[in-house]
């Protein structure tokens, strides 16, 4: 008799059918990625691509040696930030005003497309049984639903009773007067904005952790490139607030990678996968302010991702 075992990993799933020997079929979504032989296989399968456990938070992958200076990731992704928006600001002089409105409704759009994109890859897998004549069947279904909620409702509470939202648009108001930009009325929320576009997500997190164990700066450097027109497009439409969201990543991404050796261990596969699913939520709001202004107080939903990590641990 054919039995399966299955467990969901990051938008897929591994199946393992008995009569099938040591091979782990393994798909995403509706359709077959990969065949691979199961020992020592033991990780996660992101974007078709296998890794180990050992390769996410380590860079094992990444030749011996080839990088060294430990935080070189954070600051070229800082410095890719203010590149990009400096670059922004040269485009936003030949966009009139009407224009920069329409790119920002459309950069706020292609946001939630993109966050949702994300979201639904680590929310829907595909379900596999095999019956007694060994024909396998599908179906979707989802994970994460129960995590996600609690998560965020949760961190919403906790960031209302904090109120940062608050205290994001002080240090945004503090920023905007030190730089002479008080005539610039979409300032403060170009700075929320931005800094939580390039700040929220597993990249920066997983990134981090490993430019602080190992040196290995790959996640972060294609992270800069990312950033880098991310911010361009968002400071050619909202203006040079977006420019110091380098200053949240500076501090957020150097105190992980300093503090990396030993927060790693809380890092697990399970509560990475936590926070970017949260994480790619917190995204898709973004856009949505970015499309209706002051719809969301994103900052005030940040303790969420805490939330989503300690929620790995509890279950």
Request: hydrophobic fraction near 50%; glycine fraction near 10%; include cysteine.
């Given at each position: 008799m054919t039995q399966s075992c299955c467990s969901p990993v990051r938008g897929c799933y591994l199946v393992k059918p008995t009569e099938f020997g040591s091979s782990l079929l393994i798909l995403k979504r509706d359709r077959v990625c990969s065949l691979l032989q199961a020992p020592p296989f033991h990780g996660i399968i992101k974007n078709s691509l296998f890794f180990r456990n050992s390769h996410i938070l380590t860079g094992a992958g990444s030749p011996a040696g080839a990088h060294s200076m430990i935080g070189l990731g954070t600051i070229v992704n800082t410095i890719a930030i203010v590149a990009g928006g400096l670059g922004g600001l040269v485009s936003r002089r030949f966009l009139k005003e009407r224009y920069q409105e329409t790119v920002t409704k459309a950069i706020g759009f292609a946001i939630m497309m993109m966050a949702l994109g994300s979201t639904l890859s680590q929310m829907l897998v595909v379900r596999l049984s095999a019956d007694e004549a060994?024909?396998?069947?599908?179906?979707?279904?989802?994970?994460?639903?129960?995590?996600?909620?609690?998560?965020?409702?949760?961190?919403?509470?906790?960031?209302?009773?904090?109120?940062?939202?608050?205290?994001?648009?002080?240090?945004?108001?503090?920023?905007?007067?030190?730089?002479?930009?008080?005539?610039?009325?979409?300032?403060?929320?170009?700075?929320?904005?931005?800094?939580?576009?390039?700040?929220?997500?597993?990249?920066?997190?997983?990134?981090?952790?490993?430019?602080?164990?190992?040196?290995?700066?790959?996640?972060?450097?294609?992270?800069?490139?990312?950033?880098?027109?991310?911010?361009?497009?968002?400071?050619?439409?909202?203006?040079?607030?977006c420019i110091f969201s380098a200053i949240p990543v500076a501090v957020f991404q150097g105190a992980v990678t300093l503090l990396a050796r030993e927060a790693a261990p809380l890092f697990t596969e399970a509560a990475l996968s936590n926070i970017s699913l949260v994480g790619n939520v917190l995204i898709f709001c973004v856009g949505v302010n970015l499309v209706w202004p002051r719809t969301v107080r994103i900052a005030n939903i940040l303790p969420s991702i805490v939330i989503a990590a300690a929620f790995a641990a509890w279950a």
């Amino acid at each position: 008799m054919t039995q399966s075992c299955c467990s969901p990993v990051r938008g897929c799933y591994l199946v393992k059918p008995t009569e099938f020997g040591s091979s782990l079929l393994i798909l995403k979504r509706d359709r077959v990625c990969s065949l691979l032989q199961a020992p020592p296989f033991h990780g996660i399968i992101k974007n078709s691509l296998f890794f180990r456990n050992s390769h996410i938070l380590t860079g094992a992958g990444s030749p011996a040696g080839a990088h060294s200076m430990i935080g070189l990731g954070t600051i070229v992704n800082t410095i890719a930030i203010v590149a990009g928006g400096l670059g922004g600001l040269v485009s936003r002089r030949f966009l009139k005003e009407r224009y920069q409105e329409t790119v920002t409704k459309a950069i706020g759009f292609a946001i939630m497309m993109m966050a949702l994109g994300s979201t639904l890859s680590q929310m829907l897998v595909v379900r596999l049984s095999a019956d007694e004549a060994g024909q396998l069947s599908a179906g979707l279904d989802t994970q994460g639903t129960m995590m996600m909620v609690v998560s965020l409702a949760g961190g919403a509470l906790l960031g209302e009773l904090l109120d940062l939202e608050h205290w994001f648009e002080r240090f945004g108001a503090w920023l905007r007067d030190k730089t002479g930009s008080q005539g610039d009325r979409q300032f403060i929320d170009a700075f929320v904005s931005a800094s939580l576009t390039v700040c929220v997500g597993a990249m920066a997190i997983i990134g981090s952790i490993q430019d602080g164990i190992s040196g290995s700066h790959d996640t972060l450097f294609a992270k800069a490139v990312l950033d880098m027109i991310i911010i361009l497009m968002m400071t050619a439409s909202l203006g040079k607030g977006c420019i110091f969201s380098a200053i949240p990543v500076a501090v957020f991404q150097g105190a992980v990678t300093l503090l990396a050796r030993e927060a790693a261990p809380l890092f697990t596969e399970a509560a990475l996968s936590n926070i970017s699913l949260v994480g790619n939520v917190l995204i898709f709001c973004v856009g949505v302010n970015l499309v209706w202004p002051r719809t969301v107080r994103i900052a005030n939903i940040l303790p969420s991702i805490v939330i989503a990590a300690a929620f790995a641990a509890w279950a």
